[in-house]
């Protein structure tokens, strides 16, 4: 496949406007991407390291064991979010992230989970597995949602509803409903006062937060690879505190098993963990050693987020943030404010996503048909890609209904304020 750019990219990503770095995606010109949160748009070099890769290990003459512990490549990701080798594996999704923690923690009977109704199906249904096998009892809260919410609401939300029980933590770096960036730091502090272990579902923070995972203070975090980061369908980051740094996390490691591994011991146990900064049993290992793996997912994976450096992880970051807040206040101009589903006034809560109901009539948000013919029509008459989203909102008997614009950098304000105008003129059409 050849590259459709014509200039150095080694050299120019850095300075390269917005238009010639659009050119390095495989984009279909024929199409508004409105959906990296489903699924993002890939490089051309990196499809190209995934076929060049796949072939390269085609013959089947190497052992394929060593290199599927991806030591490399996970030592050249885990600087990036600022963690080491043995706190980070190369998984297949943000999902199998979520259930190897949840079906790594000790949970029992006397232990309660708190989390949120605004938590993807990857969380929710795990930990009701968890409820169904050793009688974990899961706390819900519904986050609350709207222009006017504010850091300080979600995370009293979470106070709230936190008991003697409760054991755990989770809730998504950023909601795929109402596209909410928690306050993790804020959430980690509230969760470490009570002892509480943290989980954060990170599928839409890779390749578009430009974050230090340790300084977040969570114990755990679980990313997809192909959604804002632009890897391969099929990859995802697990992130798992290894180490004690009292700055970010006093608390001691929860003690943890490595389900899916070939690594484990045969007899006998791991080495202790550490209650240190100096890692003593590297459980990144433990966790990707996991029979043989894909060589080309990986190495495709860390193409991804090598470009990402060569064009700046937080330079990515104002970008993709400032399309979503443009598409915001256009929102807002088209629509009214009272159709927003996400954040506005507090910027701490912004990601580039934004939830909104589509029509006038206040009942249509609980319209699931209208929705769906809504997006199905933008993407059938209008070759514009997004997606509805369902979520529950306080006070409220229904389940509200909302489409869900999504900005990544490959997009342009033009394209985004076409396909408002589109929506716009639909929405009033089926009204
Ligand atoms: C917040 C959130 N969590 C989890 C998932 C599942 O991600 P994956 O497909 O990487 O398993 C999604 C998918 O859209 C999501 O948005």
């Known amino acids: 496949m050849a590259l459709s ?16 770095i ?23 070099e990196v499809a190209e390291t ?13 052992n394929i064991y060593p290199p599927s512990l ?88 979470f106070e709230a509803a936190l008991t003697p029980r409760t054991k755990v933590m989770a809730f998504a770096a950023t909601t795929l409903f109402t596209g909410t960036r928690m306050p993790i730091r804020a959430l980690c502090d509230l969760a470490q006062r009570h002892g509480v272990i943290t989980i954060a579902d990170g599928a839409l923070l890779p390749g578009v937060l430009d974050v230090n995972l340790r300084e977040l203070g969570l114990d755990f975090l679980a990313g997809s690879g192909s959604k804002f980061q632009c890897g391969p369908l099929g990859t995802g980051l697990l992130y798992v505190r290894n180490k004690v740094f009292p700055e970010h996390n006093p608390l001691p490691l929860p003690r943890f098993w490595p389900v899916v591994s070939t690594w484990y011991p045969l007899v006998g146990d791991m080495p202790k963990r550490t209650t240190t900064s100096v890692e003593t049993c590297n459980m990144g290992d433990y966790l990707q050693s996991a029979g043989s793996a894909s060589i080309a997912r990986a190495a495709a994976l860390a193409k991804a987020c090598e470009v990402w450096n060569r064009i700046g992880r ?74 509805w989203v369902e979520f529950d909102v306080p006070g409220s008997p229904h389940m509200h209904y909302a489409a869900r614009v999504c900005t990544h950098l490959f997009n342009h304000h033009d394209e985004i304020d076409r396909a ?8 009033d059409e089926m009204s």
């Open 70 to 157: 991806y030591p490399d490549y996970r030592a050249r990701i885990a600087p990036d979010f600022g963690v080491d080798q043995d706190e980070l594996v190369i998984c297949h999704n943000a999902t199998e992230g979520i259930s190897r923690i949840i079906a790594g923690l000790d949970l029992g009977p006397d232990d309660a989970v708190l989390t949120t109704s605004h938590e993807c199906f990857s969380v929710l249904s795990n930990f009701n597995l968890a409820h169904n096998r050793f009688g974990v009892r899961v706390d819900l809260v519904t986050l609350p949602s709207g222009p006017d919410v504010t850091a300080e609401q979600v995370v009293a939300t």
């Open 314 to 387: 937080r330079r990515i970051e104002e970008r993709a943030l400032e399309l979503g807040w443009y598409a915001k206040r256009r929102v807002v101009q088209l629509f009214g404010e009272s159709a927003l589903y996400s954040p506005l006034h507090d910027a701490r809560l912004h990601a580039p996503l934004v939830a909104f109901k589509p029509f006038r009539a206040p009942e249509d948000a609980w319209n699931i048909n209208k929705i769906m013919r809504f997006v199905d029509r933008l993407e059938s008459e209008h070759r514009i890609w997004i997606r």
């Open 420 to 427: 408002l105008e589109v929506m716009a003129r639909l929405a």
């Open 50 to 62: 995934y076929e060049q890769v796949t072939r390269e290990w085609a013959g089947g003459l190497a």
């Open 22 to 44: 659009r050119d390095i995606f495989a984009l279909d010109p024929t199409t508004t991407h409105l959906n990296t949160g489903t699924i993002g748009a890939i490089p051309h």
């Open 5 to 20: 750019i014509d200039f150095d990219v080694d050299t120019d990503l850095a300075s390269a406007s917005w238009e010639r």
